[in-house]
């Protein structure tokens, strides 16, 4: 089968265009790669200002080579694309936008892992640490800022971690699997626990950090590279073997309830939710 999956995040350009598509690129693959993808190829649609004029050239000229470093990076060529340059107003240009689609291949379409959560009782891991990188994220969105402390690609972590997903998926370890993205593991855990109808403990106390000692920093930053997964049980002495190489750790279990509790950096409940709030308040912005 095909997977067919997508990264864009043009808030982190007005920060620095070179980490947004960087990012993006990051992002796809991830995607691709949370379902069973592998090689995977990229396609680019940029949504541009004037090159004409020499700060969106600039700006252009970054997200070029953050996309060259990270197709390099990650062995994943672009094969296609398209550039839509000139959109501006007299109000001024457009958020200059990349949008990266990937395209991989699926060995069975049977053994797709999907993100809900599946089974009361499975251990539930993260992949990869979370730094304080909110710059351009949801959070300060809501908050009403952009921030400055953009996520910045670790590539060599993250093709770790690819090939270290793609075997526990083959061993048939994971059960379900999610990338970290817009929303940071706050909104990437409701989104398992809603689609799924179960409930989930998290422990923020066991998330590997660097240089974080918020809980809102924890739950809502955006640091690529990352994935919660739901690990088989029965199969957690293998997935603990596949996944040695990378930054992984176990920070929570699935529950028979439908309630989505998470316990801070000192171990306080800070959030307790039914899921199916969590779900209304999740589609309230299609309402």
């Not at 265009?17 to 379902?35: D, F, G, L, Q």
């Not at 060529?77 to 398209?82: L, N, T």
């Not at 797709?112 to 599946?118: E, F, G, T, W």
């Amino acid at each position: 089968g095909i997977v067919v999956s997508n990264g864009m995040n043009p808030r982190y350009g007005k920060i620095d265009p070179y980490w947004m598509a960087a990012s993006s690129i990051e992002e796809a693959v991830r995607n691709n790669v949370a379902v069973g993808g592998r090689r995977i190829a990229l396609l680019d649609n940029f949504v541009w200002g004037s090159p004409e004029k020499p700060d969106r050239l600039g700006g252009l000229v970054r997200a070029a080579r953050g996309c060259y470093d990270a197709a390099k990076a990650l062995g994943t060529p672009f094969i296609s694309g398209k550039d839509s340059l000139y959109n501006e107003s007299p109000l001024g240009p457009v958020t200059p936008t990349l949008l990266i689609t990937a395209l991989g291949i699926i060995p069975d379409v049977r053994d797709a892992i999907s993100l809900d959560l599946k089974a009361p009782g499975d251990p539930i891991y993260i992949v990869g640490a979370t730094a304080n990188e909110l710059g351009g994220s949801e959070y300060l969105r809501l908050k009403g800022f952009v921030g400055g402390s953009v996520p910045r690609t670790d590539f060599p972590h993250s093709k770790a971690a690819f090939n270290c997903i793609t075997n526990a998926i083959d061993s048939h370890c994971i059960r379900a699997c999610h990338d970290i993205s817009q929303g940071g593991l706050a909104v990437t855990a409701a989104e398992m626990a809603f689609t799924g109808g179960h409930g989930a403990e998290i422990d923020l106390s066991k998330v590997p950090v660097m240089d974080i000692g918020r809980d809102d920093h924890v739950l809502f930053s955006e640091t690529n590279g990352r994935f919660i997964l739901e690990v088989d049980e029965a199969r957690l002495e293998d997935f603990r073997g596949i996944m040695a190489g990378v930054t992984c750790a176990e920070i929570g279990q699935v529950t028979d309830d439908s309630v989505l509790k998470i316990r801070g950096i000192n171990r306080d409940v800070i959030v307790e939710t039914e899921v199916r709030d969590l779900e209304l308040s999740w589609k309230g912005g299609f309402r």
